[in-house]
């Protein structure tokens, strides 16, 4: 077991709820795995062996369309879990995954989640933590679907911060323009629109955002 993954599972908001002898459990059967930028994880329709949680970098997940175009799913940062759906309800993965910058992820694969769950201690432990996780998914996307192309870009960049008033992106526009779900061209008039209103300064990669204020972004 590596002694390091432990205190990052209580540090990632994911697993933050299991108790300790969980997360314990589960870092006996994590895989550490460095990824490099553009390395594929996973292809959609691949079988299901393990969900994975997102130490460093960025990683991407999309579906291709019946048209054959690449339709963004998510964008992760680091703390992010993904693929967990291949432990209880598919076999294959639903999305590709890609890797945006030089990543560093944990596979948690599914037969030694299986064999956990035999446990009925750990089996509690992990359905509670599962069902918080669902019920904070549900909130956000109810979240961002509710609101206009500025506002996520605005929660984007608040997200991306990490509470730093100056920081550097790591994402192309085109990236973020998926993040999103706009266009390029859509953020590159964005950026100038609100940086004029004073809403952020942004130069090249590098954003400041202004203190934020109660119900704004």
Do not use: C
Not at 98 to 105: F, G, I, N, T
């Amino acid at each position: 077991m590596n002694p390091k993954i432990a205190p990052l599972l209580a540090r990632t908001a994911f697993f933050q709820s299991m108790s300790d002898s969980g997360r314990q459990a589960l870092a006996a059967i994590a895989i550490f795995r460095h990824v490099k930028k553009r390395d594929v994880l996973f292809m959609e329709g691949d079988r299901g062996h393990s969900m994975y949680l997102l130490l460093r970098g960025r990683i991407q997940l999309h579906k291709t369309s019946r048209a054959g175009q690449e339709v963004v799913v998510r964008s992760l940062r680091a703390g992010d879990t993904f693929a967990e759906v291949v432990l209880f309800e598919r076999a294959t993965y639903p999305v590709t995954a890609v890797a945006l910058a030089d990543s560093d992820v944990v596979l948690l694969p599914q037969r030694d989640v299986y064999r956990l769950l035999a446990d009925e201690n750990f089996r509690r432990d992990f359905i509670g933590m599962m069902m918080k996780r669902l019920r904070y998914l549900t909130e956000r996307i109810v979240q961002i679907t509710t609101m206009d192309v500025e506002d996520r870009l605005l929660r984007f960049l608040r997200d991306e911060s990490g509470g730093q008033p100056v920081f550097q992106l790591s994402m192309s526009k085109k990236d973020i323009a998926a993040a999103v779900g706009t266009t390029p061209e859509t953020i590159s008039r964005l950026i100038s629109k609100l940086g004029d209103e004073g809403r952020f300064i942004w130069k090249g990669r590098t954003v400041k955002l202004p203190p934020a204020q109660p119900g704004k972004f």
